[in-house]
């Protein structure tokens, strides 16, 4: 799915992006985050609208901040345990913790599909949670999730500046900060299926402090 941007062809009757290869809506919104806590604020808002049985698709570099965006997340679902890169372990678990009213929420699977050769491969984990019961985040897993789910949200970040930080009022030419790690991150967010064709991306994502939403 490398080409879906290039590939998505418009109803003009429902004025909406089809998937082409489901024909399944798809909303769309891109906004920058400035920093490691405006990613985690992304991912808090992503909470609200997130329920058990989604599926969430992270791509970026290393250190685009995928896992900072999840540990947010975690944090807004209010799920057990640090959520860090599941490097190594394919697959971490974060069961919901009771709320003040004792119900639950979705716990969190976090999973590193690097080290997966499908998203199939998941079933065989034998995890304690059900996906089912769970929101399932998926580092590095575009090109797996595709074929086996029509609903499933896209998340790509991406440095334009290559990690360069150029901080307020540096200028164009000022090139190289001292932590090659900070910086802005655009984030496309891209979410297909019927699940979510009455969820308003670019409006969730207006609601963000310390961002700059735009519609795309
Ligand atoms: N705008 C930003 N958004 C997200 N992270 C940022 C931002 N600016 C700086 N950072 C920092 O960049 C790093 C991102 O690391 P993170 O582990 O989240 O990346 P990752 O995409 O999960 O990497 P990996 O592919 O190794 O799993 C963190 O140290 C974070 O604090
Ligand atoms: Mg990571």
């Not at 003009?12 to 998937?19: E, F, I, K, S």
């Not at 985050?33 to 058990?52: N, T």
């Not at 372990?89 to 997966?116: K, M, N, Q, T």
């Given at each position: 799915m ?22 399944a809506?798809?909303?769309r919104?891109t906004i ?23 599926l ?15 540990q947010?997340?975690?944090?807004a ?13 394919v697959?971490?678990?974060?069961p919901p913790?009771?709320?003040p ?7 969190l ?9 499908g ?9 304690d949670?059900s996906?089912?019961?769970s929101?399932t985040?998926?580092?590095w897993g575009?090109g797996?999730?595709e074929?086996?789910?029509e ?9 334009p500046?290559?990690?360069?930080h150029?901080g ?11 932590d ?7 984030a ?8 979510w064709?009455?969820?308003?991306l ?7 402090p310390?961002?700059v939403a735009?519609?795309?």
């Amino acid at each position: 799915m490398s080409d879906e941007t290039t590939d998505e062809t418009t109803d003009p009757t429902a004025d909406r992006v089809l998937d082409p290869a489901t024909g399944a809506p798809v909303t769309r919104a891109t906004i920058d985050l400035p920093d490691a806590d405006a990613a985690r604020a992304l991912g808090a808002a992503l909470a609200g609208v997130l329920r058990a049985g989604d599926l969430v698709i992270l791509t970026g570099d290393l250190g685009a901040g995928k896992t900072t965006l999840t540990q947010g997340l975690g944090a807004a679902l209010g799920v057990r345990g640090h959520v860090a890169s599941p490097t190594f372990i394919v697959a971490r678990e974060h069961p919901p913790l009771p709320r003040p009213d004792a119900s639950r929420g979705p716990g969190l699977v976090h999973v590193d599909a690097y080290r997966l050769g499908g998203l199939d491969e998941l079933d065989a984990l034998d995890l304690d949670s059900s996906l089912d019961e769970s929101v399932t985040v998926v580092e590095w897993g575009r090109g797996l999730a595709e074929a086996l789910t029509e609903d499933r949200l896209e998340i790509d970040l991406e440095r334009p500046r290559g990690g360069v930080h150029v901080g307020p009022g540096e200028g164009a030419d000022a090139g190289l900060g001292p932590d090659p790690e900070a910086g802005t991150r655009r984030a496309t967010l891209r979410a297909v299926g019927p699940r979510w064709a009455d969820v308003d991306l670019a409006a969730l994502t207006r609601t963000l402090p310390h961002t700059v939403a735009r519609d795309s």
